[in-house]
């Protein structure tokens, strides 16, 4: 078990092994996926003990609630960017998920990974899924009707079908990456995307 840095204070070690054991899972999460890893394995792959991951969450679901608490998964739905027009706030999902293509991959194949794993009724991920996927829906929605009145989105659109649309873009986007990284460019594929989405549903 990796003992603590000299110099840190409390919080500072707390959020150092709360930081390893997520990027843990993560790995986990891409590797066998979240329903087969356990919270054993994932304190193991941090380099902590059982005990230290038993005392620290408690549970299980406590890591995968601080796995959709990192900065990471926060970052890919954040609140409407004052400045940006209606449009760019209904599209800024796309340049989201490609800022985080280029820090960190590994981490968003994980994300990933684990929203197609909540397909299954039975899966722990699927409440946490759904609630995170209404709020990028609404966040869609809520920017195409503020770029009506703002006039960066055309009045005529039929906003359900362009809400669709852009909401589920992205997944199919994914699915592509995660089964053929080696032969899909999921950066260049979401800027295509997006620009479709301008292209489609923004006023000329």
Known sequence: MPSPARGLTQPQRVEISSRRLVEAAAELITEKGWEAT???????????????????????DA??????????????????????????NAVAH????????????????????????????????????QTWLERGVAAVEDG????????SVRPDIDVDLAVSD?????????????????RFDLARELERARAR??????AT
């Open 166 to 182: 852009i909401s589920t873009a992205g997944f199919g986007i994914a699915f592509h990456w995660i089964v053929m990284p080696d």
């Open 144 to 151: 195409l009707r503020n770029g009506i009145v703002d006039g």
């Open 63 to 88: 890591i995968l609630d601080a796995f959709f608490e990192h900065g990471y998964v926060q970052r890919v739905l954040p609140g409407p960017q004052p400045a940006a027009t209606g449009m760019d």
């Open 94 to 129: 796309f340049g989201r998920i490609q800022e985080l293509y280029a820090e960190d991959r590994d981490f968003l194949r994980a994300m990933f990974v684990m929203t197609f794993e909540a397909v299954k009724t039975t899966s722990p991920v699927r409440m946490r899924l």
């Open 197 to 202: 989405a301008v292209r489609d549903y923004g």
């Open 38 to 60: 356990t919270a054993a394995e994932i304190g193991r792959r941090a380099g902590y003990s059982r005990a230290m991951v038993h005392a620290r969450y408690g549970s299980k």
